[in-house]
């Protein structure tokens, strides 16, 4: 059975930073792209960011390039969402996805994976 558990989130003012984890278990990470998109109520899934198991990328969206990063780490089967700069509109329920792919994709609808989110909230 694949799971992927979300850690990290929490309270943190305007200009703080966060460092977000996504365990996986029942599959490996390195044979999969792994995708970070958030949510606010009301609004469809955003795309954050994608690693992808060729070693493409990361690639981000406009709105996290330069403060975010995401980085793996194959011996313990873990994603990384590192966040800087966290402004208030960064403000939201983080998800992980897997997909069965060599390459990301900045469409949620191309995973077939997800983890249960984690809440991320910045004060300003």
């Known amino acids: 059975q694949v799971r992927l558990v979300e850690s990290g989130g929490g309270l943190v003012q305007a200009g703080g930073s966060l460092r977000l984890s996504c365990a996986a278990s029942g599959l490996t990470f390195s044979n999969y792209a792994v995708g970070w998109f958030r949510q606010t109520p009301g609004k469809e899934r955003e795309f954050v960011g994608t690693i992808s198991r060729t070693g493409g990328g990361p690639y981000y969206a406009d709105s996290v390039k330069g403060r975010f990063s995401i980085s793996g780490d194959n011996a313990k089967n873990t994603v990384y969402l590192q966040m800087n700069s966290l402004k208030p509109e960064d403000t939201a329920v983080y998800y992980c996805?897997?997909?069965?792919?060599?390459?990301?994709?900045?469409?949620?609808?191309?995973?077939?994976?997800w983890g249960q989110g984690t809440q991320v909230t910045v004060s300003a």
């Open positions: 996805a897997a997909r069965s792919y060599p390459y990301g994709s900045s469409g949620w609808m191309n995973y077939n994976y």
